[in-house]
């Protein structure tokens, strides 16, 4: 792959049916960074999320780079991942955003992060996200963390202001 701008733009669309294949291959490559999840769980929520509308893909130049997806219903993210030889570039932060703005205004939103993985961590945290409870589900430890929906808010304005201004999503 040749050598890319550090913040190369991104094209930020809803996730459809024929992107299916991309998120499993992309799925098999994070899966160390999801030590829970198993593919037969992700096919299924995946199939889901892409039906209903909730799953957003990020494409640099042509390519699957990344994707989110989310639950308006329960003002949630339930996935965020970037495929490695396009992290660093703000990729993740332009999904967060984007899901984001699909939120209802008038109540926070939560993820659930796993302990270990640092940078979906930090990622957040930098977002204005904060840490809540720790949970545990079967064998695995989560971290719950919260964005307020004055936070929410602020973010679904900036980014609006950023695309009114031409800034690349």
Same mark, same amino acid.
């Given at each position: 792959?040749?050598?890319?701008?550090?913040?190369?733009?991104?094209?930020?669309?809803? @996730?459809? &049916? =024929?992107?299916?294949? +991309?998120?499993?291959?992309?799925?098999?490559?994070?899966?160390?960074?999801?030590?829970?999840?198993?593919? +037969?769980?992700?096919?299924?929520?995946?199939?889901?999320?892409? =039906?209903?509308?909730?799953?957003?893909? =990020?494409?640099?130049?042509?390519?699957?780079?990344?994707?989110?997806?989310?639950?308006?219903?329960? #003002? #949630?993210? #339930?996935?965020?991942?970037?495929?490695?030889?396009?992290?660093?570039?703000?990729?993740?932060?332009?999904?967060?955003?984007?899901?984001?703005?699909?939120? &209802?205004?008038?109540?926070?939103?939560?993820?659930?992060?796993?302990?270990?993985?640092?940078? =979906?961590?930090?990622?957040?945290?930098?977002?204005?996200?904060?840490?809540?409870?720790?949970?545990?589900?079967?064998?695995?430890?989560?971290?719950?963390?919260?964005?307020?929906?004055?936070?929410?808010?602020?973010?679904?304005?900036?980014?609006?202001?950023?695309?009114? @201004?031409?800034?690349?999503?």
């Amino acid at each position: 792959m040749p050598s890319q701008p550090i913040h190369s733009p991104a094209f930020i669309r809803p @996730a459809v &049916p =024929a992107d299916f294949a +991309a998120w499993m291959e992309m799925a098999a490559d994070v899966r160390d960074d999801f030590p829970g999840m198993t593919s +037969a769980d992700h096919r299924d929520a995946m199939e889901r999320c892409i =039906a209903r509308n909730t799953a957003l893909c =990020a494409c640099v130049e042509g390519e699957f780079a990344g994707g989110t997806a989310f639950s308006p219903k329960y #003002g #949630g993210i #339930g996935f965020l991942a970037v495929r490695p030889e396009y992290r660093r570039r703000g990729i993740g932060s332009l999904l967060i955003r984007e899901a984001l703005s699909c939120m &209802p205004q008038d109540r926070g939103v939560f993820v659930h992060v796993y302990p270990g993985v640092s940078a =979906a961590r930090f990622l957040y945290l930098s977002l204005g996200f904060r840490e809540d409870e720790f949970i545990r589900q079967e064998d695995q430890v989560y971290q719950t963390l919260v964005l307020s929906p004055e936070r929410l808010k602020e973010i679904v304005r900036q980014r609006r202001n950023f695309s009114a @201004a031409g800034g690349c999503l």
